[in-house]
């Protein structure tokens, strides 16, 4: 099946720095991500929607200069957590729709981002 | 609006019985409807899809589901539970096209040797 990256997989960083994290489709062009935060024990909660070559559609009550996305190329999607605070510490999960007609469409997932604010 | 809904936050079960993990879903148009599952610290899998045809659906690891629109209905089922099936189970809807998914709580199923 479709195999999704995300890197890193954990990263711990001081309140007021930005992280990167990177969302990759590794075997198949991807026109649309989706970046979306799951707390602990809770399920997930859609951020974003990434087109490849245009800018983002936020969710209601996501801020979109705080949580900025870019769409390079049809195999990455990034997400920048800009001046993190520790609110922001979440499993940030990444997943690409492989594009096909409706009959094929799934969402791949990736494995996820812990990222932890201090 | 679209909306899932999985009842039960928690379902127990022993290993070699059948299991059930249910979800209801409320979607306009038609639905396209997705199990996923997940393990500790682990992103998303891909278990199983309803799109259009046969109401019952056959995935990875032994499961199903049936799809009964009279119902709103997209139940997961196994015959025979593994313990290594014990894992956070997520229910999705979409109203097809190039829409997000909209996830349900997600049941935590424990299979008990």
């Known amino acids: 099946g479709a195999v999704v990256s995300q890197h890193p997989s954990w990263v711990i960083c001081k309140s007021g720095t930005s992280v990167k994290i990177e969302c990759r489709s590794l075997?198949?062009?991807?026109?649309?991500m989706f970046w979306y935060r799951q707390f602990p024990k809770q399920s997930l909660m859609l951020m974003a929607t990434?087109?490849?070559?245009?800018?983002?559609?936020?969710e209601q009550g996501v801020e979109k200069d705080k949580f900025l996305i870019n769409h390079a190329s049809l195999t990455l999607s990034t997400l920048t957590v800009t001046s993190a605070h520790p609110e922001d510490s979440s499993f940030y999960i990444c997943s690409a729709r492989d594009g096909g007609p409706p009959e094929s469409d799934t969402q791949y997932f990736g494995p996820g981002t812990r990222l932890t604010v201090l | 609006a679209q909306s899932v809904a999985q009842p039960e936050d928690q379902v127990n079960v022993a290993e070699g019985n059948p299991l059930t993990v249910k979800c209801t879903y409320s979607v306009s148009g038609n639905p396209y409807l997705f199990w996923y599952v997940q393990y500790p610290n682990r992103g998303l899998q891909f278990l199983l899809k309803?799109?259009?045809?046969?109401?019952l659906v056959k995935g990875s690891y032994g499961f199903e589901a049936e799809f009964n629109k009279s119902q709103t209905s997209f139940h997961l089922k196994k015959p025979s539970a593994l313990v290594s099936d014990s894992a956070l189970y997520f229910c999705a809807v979409t109203s097809s096209g190039n829409t997000p998914l909209v996830f349900g709580k997600g049941t935590r199923l424990s299979v008990i040797a």
């Open positions: 990434s087109n490849e070559g245009s800018k983002a559609t936020y």
């Open positions: 309803y799109i259009t045809g046969d109401n």
């Open positions: 075997d198949f062009q991807a026109t649309t």
